[in-house]
Structures are given as C-alpha cells and as structure tokens.
C-alpha cells in the first residue's frame, strides 16, 4: 500500500495533535476544540499513517505520547504558532478592533492589574473583549495550549517557546480586624507563627512565598482555618482574634475593612507577564502588553 503523502497534512490535524498532547486525553481534546471524540480520533489516525507511529499508546486509565509523537508536537508547535502569528494583520486600529483577549491570572492580579486594563480598553478600544480564566497552577500550560493569550503572575518561565518580562513586585503583610488584639503591634517571628491564622492556600500544590520562608525558618504556624482564595478574607476576619497574610496590594484592596501591618516573613516576589510566538508579532497583542506595561509602571510609581 502506498503511504499517505505527508503534504496533506494540514494545520489543523496538527492542532488537534498538540491539544491531544497537552490534555493527555481525547475526550478533552475534543471538548477543548468543540468537536466529536471520533473528529479527533480521525484526525490522529490520519496522523499515525502518514508518521509511521502510533504517536499515542494506553498506560494504566490514560495515555502516553510516543518518543515520535514528543518530537513532532515540539516542532509542529513552532510551525502552527509561526503560521498563525502570519495571519496576523500588521496593523492595529484599537477604536475599530473587534476581538478576544484571554488573560490568565489570579486574585492579585484581578485586583490590581484587570480594572485599569479594562477602563483602558473601554476608551481606547471599546470592541475589544477580554475574557479572565484563573491560571491557578495551569497558567504555563494554559498558554501552550492556547487556552489564553497572556498570563500574569508571580510565575518564572524558562523553557523556550515562551516570552516575558517584569511588570512589578510586592511583598506580604498581615491583615487583621480592626480590634484584633494584635492590630498595630510589630510581632515578632514567634508571635506571628502562634498568632491564629486563616491561611490562603490557592489551590494545586503552589505555596505563597512567605509559607516558603516561614518553612525555612523552621517555624509551623498556627492555622485554625485554609481558603482557597483571599476575596471575603475580611468577612472571615472581623470579629474574630485571627490574621492572613496576603501581598500589600491585596490588603489595600480591602480598604478600612481590616487593618494591615509588617509580617516578619515579608517573602518579596515579582510579577511578571508571559507569551508565547502565537501572539509574540501580533499587532494587536503588542498593543495590549504595551497598556499592562504602562499600567505596571503607574503602580511602580506607589511603591509597596
């Protein structure tokens, strides 16, 4: 039998190849891509033939790529990211643009660097959508698979195929009730570790910075209570003898609900905005990161 002739190969079995790859499964494939699971089976099978490969085998409940099938979705990546990144318009009119933007982010930045974007968006580009997902410990993979456009966060990227830079930095602080015993009061390190504390923990396996360092210094806090995420930490908080620690920003996003002191285990941190060579020519992207990189130095500018 004669081998597929692999010019056939379009981009778009290459895409189903990369998201089969990323999710580790079919069914998420298909659903990532609104398809039928036999689309994507389709797709793949084509791929199989025309590679000489089984690209992906069963192991225990799931599945496994091949050695091949590693090789051809590094490269098939760069060729379907430059192809896309082609497509591009080389100019952007912000006031008649009509598109989505994905960010990925958490809480911090929702608090900090989402309201001016999007009071930014509205009056210079108002058919600009923005969509939010939460990056959570996914934001790495969320941008290879193409599920966002950016991500933000106190993340470090090093693998190729990825671009970044700094937008800015901040550090922790504890946040108590207004007539919490110990509001106002400089605590010691052994204070702030016996001090009762509701502990954010954000999901997945990711540590705050100053849970690394309160590790290091061989210390256990007092936690009589974990959230997953700081939004009504001041509902939690008043009324009660407890502290979180949370970055500045986020305290004084609170306002004059709680008050907020020095912790001892400050843990400074960087955040820091990611891409990829999908977006990296885009016009319109090139435009967006210029706006979170002015809005990231209007924060610099108050220092925390």
Not at 46 to 52: D, E, G
Not at 146 to 175: A, C, K, M, N
Not at 223 to 247: Q, R, Y
């Amino acid at each position: 039998m004669t081998p597929p002739d692999p010019m056939t190969v379009d981009f778009a079995a290459l895409k189903v190849l990369r998201l089969v790859h990323a999710h580790g499964s079919f069914t998420r494939a298909a659903e990532a891509l609104g398809v039928n699971q036999s689309t994507v089976s389709y797709a793949i099978d084509r791929l199989r033939k025309v590679f000489n490969d089984p690209l992906f085998v069963r192991q225990g409940s799931g599945i496994v790529a091949t050695d091949r099938c590693q090789e051809i979705v590094a490269a098939a990546g760069r060729m379907v990211d430059e192809f896309a990144a082609l497509t591009e318009p080389r100019h952007f009119d912000p006031a008649n643009a009509r598109a989505t933007i994905t960010l990925s982010c958490n809480f911090y930045e929702r608090v900090t660097m989402v309201p001016p974007l999007v009071r930014r968006l509205r009056e210079h580009a108002p058919g600009l959508k923005l969509d939010i997902i939460s990056s959570t410990v996914q934001g790495k993979e969320q941008l290879a698979r193409g599920e966002s456009d950016l991500l933000i966060g106190p993340v470090q990227i090093t693998e190729g195929g990825f671009y970044g830079r700094r937008l800015t930095g901040d550090h922790y602080v504890s946040v108590m009730a207004l007539d919490n015993p110990l509001a106002g009061k400089a605590l010691t390190a052994d204070e702030f570790a016996a001090a009762p504390h509701v502990v954010v923990t954000y999901g997945g396996n990711w540590q705050s910075r100053y849970l690394v360092e309160v590790a290091a210094a061989g210390m256990v806090l007092n936690s009589i209570m974990e959230v997953p995420s700081p939004a009504n930490l001041p509902d939690i908080l008043i009324g009660t003898d407890l502290i979180a620690t949370v970055p500045l920003r986020t305290a004084r996003a609170y306002g004059d609900q709680v008050v907020f002191g020095q912790c001892p285990f400050p843990a400074p941190f960087d955040i820091d905005l990611y891409w990829t060579s999908r977006t990296h020519h885009s016009a319109m992207h090139k435009w967006v990161r210029k706006i979170l990189g002015e809005i990231a130095d209007e924060l610099n500018q108050d220092r925390p």
